[in-house]
């Protein structure tokens, strides 16, 4: 009889693991799971063990292991809403809500809604400028006929002044009107001349019937504030040509006025040429340049008038259908 040993010898033949074998297999598969797992959670990094984890979940599966056919764990950097990755992948990507800076821009006004000033107009206004309150003293002297340094003429209207020669500015100031206060009073006067020294920088010599409108005449000298007037009135303004005037020379003043006069121009060859003017409020054309022609006038605010149908007679006061907005 052969022994056992050489029975096996003569061919080795497959035996499939019983029960005890397969549950040794999981056991063993078990504890490498809880090692890897416990090595890996010293590490401090949650991300890398569970990755671990589900690579060796996926081994056991592969292996025939009854736990392969469980889901592998997210991983928490795909899951976090603020990871760097993310927001670089759509750097383009175009907001669907306005920019916080929106709605400043669209607070401020547009050109149209701006309020439209005209050009120039500080430069036009010289040193009496509108809207300025001026400090000075006033004065008081006897009109006579009302005439003075501005060649108004003479006139009844007694509420006038004489400007001081600084603010007198060759003559810019004729015409203007001016509100002048002291302590709780005032009085509105026109403009007809020109104080000269020793009338200082913001002194007015008014008529002696406005400076009663203020203080009485004995108080001679007292402190005011004054500034610019756009009176309303239902006059136009006229036009009248010096005496000796002609088409070869002439000198064209504007009267009556409401708003300070800037510039006054003539039209000859189609275009404007402005005339110089003079201490005694006339504008002159040496050479007789638009004589008896198209006048236009500008106030000191920027507003343009122009006048025509002008007859080129000396001394002749000739008036117009036009007049200056009221400011």
């Given amino acids: 009889m052969a022994s056992p040993s050489h029975r096996r010898s003569r061919g080795k033949r497959r035996i499939a693991p019983g029960p005890a074998v397969a549950v040794a297999a999981v056991a063993a598969v078990t504890l490498v799971v809880s090692l890897v797992a416990a090595f890996g959670s010293g590490s401090g990094d949650g991300t890398r063990a569970g990755k671990a984890a589900a690579t060796s979940v996926a081994g056991a599966g592969a292996a025939g292991s009854p736990v392969a056919s469980a889901p592998a764990a997210p991983t928490p950097a795909t899951a976090s809403p603020a990871s760097p990755s993310a927001t670089a992948a759509h750097p383009a990507t175009p907001r669907a809500t306005p920019s916080p800076a929106a709605p400043a821009a669209s607070a401020r006004p547009t050109a149209a809604s701006r309020p439209r000033t005209p050009s120039g107009t500080a430069s036009l206004a010289g040193r009496i400028r509108p809207g300025v309150s001026y400090q000075g003293?006033?004065?008081?002297?006897?009109?006579?006929?009302?005439?003075g340094a501005c060649s108004f003429g003479p006139t009844d209207d007694v509420m006038t002044a004489a400007m001081n020669t600084a603010d007198y500015e060759t003559s810019k100031a004729c015409g203007a009107y001016v509100l002048v206060r002291a302590g709780g009073t005032s009085v509105t006067v026109r403009i007809t001349n020109e104080c000269p020294a020793p009338c200082e920088a913001g002194q007015l010599d008014l008529s002696r019937q406005a400076f009663a409108e203020l203080a009485p005449l004995s108080a001679g000298r007292i402190a005011i504030t004054w500034s610019l007037l756009s009176p309303s009135t239902s006059d136009t303004v006229s036009i009248r040509y010096k005496t000796g005037s002609t088409r070869y020379w002439c000198g064209i003043q504007a009267i009556g006025h409401r708003n300070p006069l800037a510039r006054l121009e003539v039209r000859t060859g189609g275009a404007w040429i402005a005339l110089p003017r003079t201490e005694y409020n006339y504008f002159l054309s040496e050479q007789g340049s638009g004589c008896g022609g198209a006048i236009r006038i500008t106030d000191i605010h920027?507003?343009?008038?122009?006048?025509?149908?002008?007859?080129?007679?000396?001394?002749?006061?000739?008036?117009?259908?036009?007049?200056?907005a009221r400011h």
């Fill in 302 to 324: 920027g507003e343009r008038l122009t006048v025509e149908g002008i007859a080129l007679r000396a001394e002749a006061l000739q008036a117009t259908r036009v007049q200056f």
């Fill in 137 to 147: 003293v006033a004065t008081s002297y006897d009109v006579g006929n009302g005439d």
